[in-house]
């Protein structure tokens, strides 16, 4: 029983320090013209943001924790059609709030009109907060260049202000994003014509949209609760001395 003890001890120690669970993307897929070599998909973090060029959307997921300092968004994450225009309700992300965050980005690198299409993202937790806007100063970073700190490591980010950088989409009525299924589907359609460059940073809760745990956690109970009731078993079937 001391054995049993033992072991299911340290799989409740292991599941007591497992960071908490945040969302990202799972799959990624794409609706619209193929011919120039359009698509999407769910990608590896690179090395550069801005270095990335494809004329595919390019998604990969960034990091998870929880927020350090307040950080307002121009989305909340409410499910509904957007634009550049009107991107919704805005939000502020508090400190300690867990997250999870994916980077969604066309950067084809054509000097001429881009028809992109649509990204189809699927989430494994609800959107609770939507980065757009780029810098517009070298004071104003916008939402994606104060969020940079949540960006993957080893990836460098265009942050800086640069007056020929369209990063963000505030403003540009031909970008636009949905929120469905509840909000953990996100469709944007964007453009980035004549070598620009369009980037949306997702964030998503530190939980599964359904509340229910998730299969890591689910499988270290069960392995807690097995060696714990196969220990009891031992215990009563321990011949007597």
């Known amino acids: 029983m001391r054995k049993a003890f033992f072991v299911g001890a340290t799989a409740l120690t292991l599941f007591c320090g497992t960071p908490v669970f945040a969302g990202f993307a799972t799959s990624v897929s794409y609706q619209g013209p193929t011919g120039s070599g359009q698509g999407a998909a769910l990608v590896s973090p690179p090395t550069s943001a801005a270095g990335d060029v494809n004329t595919a959307y390019q998604v990969w997921n960034e ?27 805005s939000t502020t992300l508090t400190t300690g709030t ?42 104003s970073l916008g939402s994606l260049g104060a969020t940079d700190t949540y960006g993957a490591p080893g990836t460098t980010y265009p942050t800086a202000y640069n007056p020929n950088n369209n990063r963000g989409i505030i403003g540009k009525t031909n970008d636009s994003f949905q929120i469905t299924n509840g909000g953990t589907e996100l469709i944007v359609q964007l453009t980035a014509n004549f070598n620009g460059l369009k980037e949306l940073r997702v964030f998503t809760a530190g939980g599964s ?33």
């Open 63 to 89: 990091s998870s924790g929880v927020i350090a300092a307040p950080v307002t968004l121009e989305n909340n994450g409410a499910v509904g059609s957007y634009n550049g225009v009107s991107p919704g309700t």
């Open 98 to 139: 867990p997250y999870g965050s994916t980077l969604v980005q066309l950067n084809p690198g054509v000097n001429g009109v881009v028809h992109s299409g649509e990204a189809i993202i699927q989430f494994s937790s609800k959107i609770i907060g939507i980065a757009l806007s780029c810098a517009t100063s070298p004071s």
């Open 209 to 241: 949209a359904s509340g229910v745990p998730e299969p890591a956690s689910l499988a270290i109970w069960s392995l807690v609760g097995t060696v714990l009731v196969g220990g009891n078993r031992w215990r009563r079937q321990r011949p007597a001395v």
